[in-house]
């Protein structure tokens, strides 16, 4: 299309907005004093220069992020249902991708790199609403949008709380400056226990009223931000969010989900409500299932997702029907892990901020930062 700007909602494919093939750079952040050395090292740099195609393909990934979540936060309104919130977004997403996820294999590609979570109050992640779910947003919500975006597998994973209400503006910007303070603290060589214990600090120093009571905020003690490796969305390190004596760093080359979670009840989240969210496990099984229903479903998530996490709505979506049993069956047997909601106590809120940034040899580069967030 001759099509100069995004339209509403985003249906220009991205690649038509820069036709030069050269994507916005995010925000660039040089690395602390012990690591200044590396803004200038020719040697540092020319490694950089050599990871091009991964640089254009995270930062495409990015620019479709900011493109559709800026294009959500003005058009979600309350009375919206969870569902059409999410697939709103999925539309987009693929849309922009060129990945439309329907023709079998398509979203490995480029796409949706994992469910669009949608987590109201005291829900703080792993929320996608499935069939026949008939939430709707209303004003007193505090909503978490946590949706994923990948190109070739490299995978951008970016986070905002959205309220309709001015009495939680407190938590919120306790929470957009606690994931700022991570991003800030991350680095090449950094210990993952400092980064939770300065993130914790930030997330601390706030207090907020909620309908006449006072709140401190609680960093959630039992969720992390993480690493996140070529198809895999996480690939193996925690980054904490409080205080903790993880002496694992950063390395050079490493791509970082900086996530933080803060929260006015107990500051700790458990397992509960049905689950949407599913992966295929790395260490699955060699061997075929034994149910046939179950061996014809891996085969879907294999050719569809790969170890992309996925939801029912999308299996719903490639024609799936009377899954349940077969996929119940892989969770059982080690092929799939499900990842069920994450919830602080009833009556409490969560909000939560995330970002991806990339360690590169000569910078730090914040790829999904926007002038939203
Ligand atoms: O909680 S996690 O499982 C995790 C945190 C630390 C180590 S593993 N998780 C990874 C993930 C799991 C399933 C998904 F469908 C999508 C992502 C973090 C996360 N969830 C949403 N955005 N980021
Ligand atoms: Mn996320
Ligand atoms: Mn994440």
Not at 61 to 86: C, D, F, M, Y
Request: with cysteine.
């Amino acid at each position: 299309s001759l099509a100069t700007k995004q339209s509403s909602p985003p249906r220009v494919l991205l690649s038509n907005l820069y036709p030069s093939g050269e994507y916005p750079v995010g925000q660039e952040v040089e690395y602390r004093d012990e690591n200044i050395y590396r803004t200038t090292s020719e040697e540092k740099r020319a490694i950089d220069r050599a990871n091009n195609d991964f640089l254009q393909e995270y930062r495409y990934g990015a620019e479709v992020h900011r493109q559709v979540r800026q294009w959500a936060a003005q058009n979600i309104k309350p009375g919206q249902s969870l569902t059409e919130i999410a697939e709103g977004i999925e539309d987009a997403v693929r849309a922009l991708t060129g990945h439309q996820g329907l023709e079998d294999g398509d979203n490995i590609k480029g796409g949706v790199a994992f469910p669009t979570g949608v987590n109201l109050d005291h829900i703080a992640a792993h929320y996608s609403p499935n069939a026949g779910n008939k939430t709707l947003l209303a004003k007193e919500n505090v909503m978490k949008v946590d949706f994923g975006v990948h190109v070739n597998g490299r995978i951008v994973d970016s986070a905002f709380t959205m309220s309709f209400d001015p009495m939680y503006d407190n938590l919120l910007t306790a929470v957009k400056e606690a994931t700022n303070t991570g991003i800030k603290e991350a680095g090449i060589d950094v210990r993952m226990g400092d980064i939770g214990a300065a993130i914790q600090e930030t997330m601390e120093s706030y207090e907020c009223e909620i309908n006449g009571t006072s709140y401190p905020i609680k960093a959630i003690r039992n969720l992390n931000g993480h690493d996140i490796q070529q198809w895999k969305i996480h690939g193996g390190k925690s980054v904490p969010i409080v205080k903790s004596n993880d002496q694992t760093k950063m390395e050079e080359g490493e791509v970082f989900a900086i996530e933080t979670f803060g929260s006015t009840g107990n500051g700790y989240v458990r397992d509960d409500y049905e689950t949407s969210h599913y992966a295929k496990r790395q260490d699955a099984p060699k061997s075929r299932p034994a149910l046939a229903s179950a061996q014809k479903l891996l085969g879907v998530i294999n050719k569809n997702f790969g170890t992309l996490p996925f939801c029912r709505r999308y299996l719903d979506r490639l024609g799936q029907e009377k899954y349940l049993l077969g996929l119940n069956q892989l969770v059982q047997q080690g092929y799939v892990e499900d990842y069920p909601p994450l919830v602080d106590k009833k009556g409490s809120y969560t909000a939560q901020f995330e970002h991806t940034i990339l360690l590169r040899p000569n910078v730090k580069e914040v790829v999904s930062r926007g002038d939203d967030y």
